[in-house]
Nanobody
Framework: QVQLVESGGGLVQPGVSLRLSCAAF????????IGWFLHALGKEREGVCW????????DYADSVKGRFTISRDNAKNTVYLQMNSLKPEDTAVYYC???????????????????????WGQGTQVTVSS
């Protein structure tokens, strides 16, 4: 059964760090790019960052550059999102998603296009508040 399972969310104060994990099951993880998206209350779901399948190339939205780091451990079928210097505006449900090579190509290699992704996790809540 194909699954993406996020974990690591929680309630934290501004300025602290969290590390989210995305564990993959049931598909060829090595061949899939992984993206993190956030969905804040009352807003559209938006891309946060992305990591390619093999080389490990990364990309970040401007809002998180310098604060967030995405990484992957293919031996563990897991992607991590290290979130530092958290701000109240980072509050959202965070989702990971997996993009297979065909879907990614059909999307025009747009790493923040939802159409590029084949599988989605259920999300994990991150709340940043004092």
């Amino acid at each position: 059964q194909v699954q993406l399972v996020e974990s690591g969310g929680g309630l934290v104060q501004p300025g602290v760090s969290l590390r989210l994990s995305c564990a993959a099951f049931g598909f060829g993880f090595d061949y899939y790019a992984i993206g993190w998206f956030l969905h804040a209350l009352g807003k559209e779901r938006e891309g946060v960052c992305w990591i390619s399948s093999r080389v490990g190339s990364t990309d970040y939205a401007d809002s998180v550059k310098g604060r967030f780091t995405i990484s992957r451990d293919n031996a563990k079928n897991t992607v991590y999102l290290q979130m530092n210097s958290l701000k109240p505006e980072d509050t959202a449900v965070y989702y990971c998603a997996a993009a297979g090579p065909m879907s990614f190509a059909r999307s025009g290699y747009r790493c923040y296009s939802r159409s590029a992704y084949d599988y989605w996790g259920q999300g994990t809540q991150v709340t940043v508040s004092s």
